[in-house]
Every structure is written in structure tokens, then in C-alpha cells.
């Protein structure tokens, strides 16, 4: 599957538009982890725990929308973007949206 934040696929050309896709998550965030964000914040640096949350959110989120344009036929996503929203305290949901396309490779001649 081919994704791509801009609405053209270098090389190929849109045969096929099919719709909207999406997958989203909805991550809370652990108590443990949170005193370690606390005791990290005072001394500065990466919270690597809630990186890695997010990292795997995104790519969760991602694998979803992969999976509804493949139902809908698509062998490509073009003009990806991510959304967050706060749920309630302490959890978000992260999207991940797009157009399902089914794009043709361009022969040169």
C-alpha cells in the first residue's frame, strides 16, 4: 500500500478515487508512567515512555485506515494527515485520515 501526504504519487497517477478512509485509537495514559514523567520533567528530557505511546498509536491508527482502503478495493492513500483530540483527562485519540485511491504506474515512452 502506497500512502503518501501529498495528494500525487510520484510516478503514478490517480486512475480511481474511492473515498475518505480512517482508523483511529484511543490511548489513556498509566498512572506509573505519569510519576516517571513527573520525576523526568524535573530534570528535563525526552518522556521516552509517552514517545514510544504515541509511536505506537500513530502506527496503530495508520494500520486501520491501511486496512479499511484494502476492504474498499484501494492500493494507495494520498493526502494523509493526523488528528488528536482530547477525549476526556488524561485520554486522547489519535486519527489518521485520507483518500483511498487506486493509482497506475505512469509507462514511460
Avoid at 45 to 51: A, C, F, L, P, R
Avoid at 70 to 94: P, Q, T
Wanted: proline content about 0%.
Amino acid at each position: 500500500m502506497m500512502i503518501s501526504t501529498s495528494d500525487e504519487l510520484s510516478g503514478y497517477r490517480v486512475k480511481e478515487t474511492l473515498g475518505l478512509v480512517r482508523g483511529n485509537t484511543i490511548r489513556a495514559r498509566n498512572l506509573g508512567r505519569d510519576i516517571l514523567a513527573v520525576l523526568k520533567n524535573l530534570v528535563g528530557g525526552e518522556i521516552s515512555d509517552y514517545t514510544k505511546m504515541l509511536a505506537e498509536a500513530r502506527e496503530q491508527a495508520l494500520d486501520r485506515m491501511v486496512e479499511e482502503a484494502v476492504l474498499m478495493g484501494a492500493n494507495a492513500v494520498v493526502a494523509l494527515r493526523f488528528a488528536s483530540a482530547e477525549i476526556m483527562s488524561g485520554a486522547a485519540e489519535l486519527l489518521a485520515y485520507g483518500t483511498a485511491v487506486i493509482a497506475e504506474k505512469i509507462e514511460l515512452e
